[in-house]
């Protein structure tokens, strides 16, 4: 199969989060809470994002910036990138956006 895009609608996001679900399960059956930590044991640059946006969906603020304050921004280029075929044309927009949170939350880290 290739990967790009195909007359089926969500191919390309099924396989994704197929394949999301399936690494979750084997993480949650190993009791992993991060494939980095648990590989090099050091966090990693998403580290705590999880607890992070279940802060901001509290309410919780002041958890979000204790945890990882660029969490909403990157979940925001994963959900972006994961839909950018939806948005051709601002393809360029969204890689530059996408690159741009990635260097700052590298910074950040």
Do not use: D
Not at 1 to 24: D, G, N
Not at 68 to 84: T, W
Request: hydrophobic share 50%; charged share 10%.
């Amino acid at each position: 199969m290739s990967w790009h895009v195909s007359k089926k609608p969500f191919a390309y996001e099924i396989i994704l989060i197929l394949l999301f679900v399936v690494i979750y399960s084997i993480c949650r059956i190993f009791n992993i809470t991060c494939l980095i930590y648990a590989v090099t044991k050091i966090p990693c640059p998403t580290c705590y994002m999880g607890r992070a946006i279940c802060s901001v969906l509290k309410g919780n603020f002041q958890q979000y910036v204790a945890y990882n304050m660029m969490a909403i921004p990157v979940a925001s280029v994963f959900i972006l990138e994961l839909f950018n075929v939806y948005f051709r044309k601002y393809k360029n927009i969204i890689h530059g956006y996408s690159i741009i949170i990635l260097i700052f939350n590298m910074i950040y880290y």
